[in-house]
């Protein structure tokens, strides 16, 4: 996710992603005057990495070259799938995404080049909105419902090719970098990332690991729901 300006650009579509949801997206944006990078589609390239020392990691972006684009800000994500989850089926992600005031509507699809890739790759598409809250409703009345919940403290860096972002979260912590295959791999070796270490699962996913792993009966990933980290752990 990346910040975006309000300038008008047609819908972009993906031929190998679900046209049918793209139509139906793209037509309550219009309808609500939501054209701004709007529908911009890309492809998305990036890895996650657990993080064991977050301030030990923080400390190296700006020696290598990083300025903070954005300070720590609350994110909360809400993801909505019909209810057989057709979505999650064929690997498309649905979400409308609160970070600080402001609100993000996301559609993600796989591509082919990330099943023989190190790295997560997927078509992206994504619009800024004003309030998430009338379009949930909106796709509640298309007979999509929220299925999971997920919150994160997030602060993002950024150099002239990519992005890192870190990721206070309810279950540990975590940080994405985000750019081309060679700068991901690059980046990460200064940082003493080694390839064996990057992840391509989602949030959800690695949800679902810690869930078996610990017995714990939260549905969301939500600070309030886990209550195993302060909602301001930075503070600490």
């Known amino acids: 996710m990346r910040r975006l300006r309000a300038q008008r650009k047609p819908a972009v579509f993906h031929p190998n992603v679900s046209n049918d949801l793209f139509v139906q997206v793209a037509r309550i944006c219009e309808t609500m005057g939501m054209t701004g990078e709007t529908a911009t589609g890309k492809m998305e390239?990036?890895?996650?990495v657990r993080l064991t020392d977050r301030g030990g990691f923080t400390t190296q972006?700006?020696?290598?070259?990083f300025h903070l684009q954005t300070a720590e800000t609350m994110e909360r994500n809400v993801l909505f799938d019909k209810p057989d989850g057709e979505l999650r089926q064929r690997g498309e992600l649905l979400r409308i995404r609160q970070y600080g005031d402001r609100w993000i509507l996301t559609h993600k699809?796989?591509?082919e080049?990330?099943?023989?890739s190190s790295h997560k790759v997927r078509a992206e598409t994504?619009?800024?909105i004003e309030d998430?809250?009338?379009l949930a409703a909106i796709f509640e009345r298309m007979g999509f419902s929220p299925t999971f919940v997920y919150e994160k403290l997030r602060t993002e860096w950024a150099d002239n090719e990519g992005h890192v972002v870190v990721d206070v979260t309810p279950i540990g912590d975590f940080a994405e970098l985000e750019g081309s295959s060679e700068w991901i791999d690059r980046i990460a070796a200064k940082l003493g990332i080694s390839p064996a270490n990057y992840m391509k699962a989602s949030y959800g996913?690695?949800?679902q690991e810690w869930k078996r792993a610990t017995?714990?009966?939260?549905?969301?990933m939500t600070f309030a729901e886990i209550g195993n980290q302060e909602a301001h752990p930075a503070t600490r």
């Open 45 to 48: 390239t990036e890895i996650k």
């Open 61 to 65: 972006l700006p020696r290598l070259g």
């Open 109 to 111: 699809a796989p591509s």
């Open 113 to 116: 080049s990330s099943a023989n």
């Open 126 to 128: 994504e619009t800024e």
């Open 132 to 134: 998430g809250r009338p």
């Open 205 to 207: 996913q690695l949800f």
């Open 215 to 220: 017995g714990h009966p939260a549905v969301n």
